[in-house]
């Protein structure tokens, strides 16, 4: 099993930038590809980026990916995952939550793996 923890949310004005961490324990870390996902107000869960076990393979969710402003990266001597977000936006405010699944296809329906309890992010405008 994996246990995950996620930190580094927290109220920022537009513009502005985060970086999320996702510490995990428990099974090797590095068998694990690891995701973020996120929970806007009043919608369903999307698929944020996913990097895999070695990191040479990200892959960004379709409402991230054309915009360059999310960065996923791991450091598996750590065991920790981060989520860097630049030029924060109010609709970039919700819950984000850290995944680890071996051989996942990420998608917004994805729901495998191990998940974390989330943090928040609220973009201000």
């Known amino acids: 099993q994996v246990q995950l923890a996620e930190s580094g949310g927290g109220l920022v004005e537009a513009g502005g930038s985060l970086r999320l961490s996702c510490a995990a324990t428990?099974?090797?870390?590095?068998?694990?590809?690891m995701g973020w996902f996120r929970r806007a107000p009043g919608k369903e869960r999307e698929f944020v980026a996913g990097?895999?076990?070695?990191?040479?393979?990200?892959?960004?969710g379709d409402s991230v990916s054309l915009e360059g402003r999310f960065t996923i990266s791991r450091e598996n001597s750590r065991n920790m995952v981060y989520l860097e977000i630049d030029s924060l936006k109010p609709e970039d405010t919700g819950v984000y939550y850290c995944?680890?699944?071996?051989?996942?296809?990420?998608?917004?329906?994805?729901?495998?793996?191990?998940w974390g309890q989330g943090t928040q992010v609220t973009v201000s405008s």
């Open positions: 990097i895999s076990w070695s990191g040479q393979n990200i892959v960004y």
């Open positions: 428990g099974s090797a870390f590095s068998n694990y590809a």
């Open positions: 995944n680890a699944a071996r051989n996942p296809y990420w998608s917004d329906a994805f729901a495998g793996g191990y």
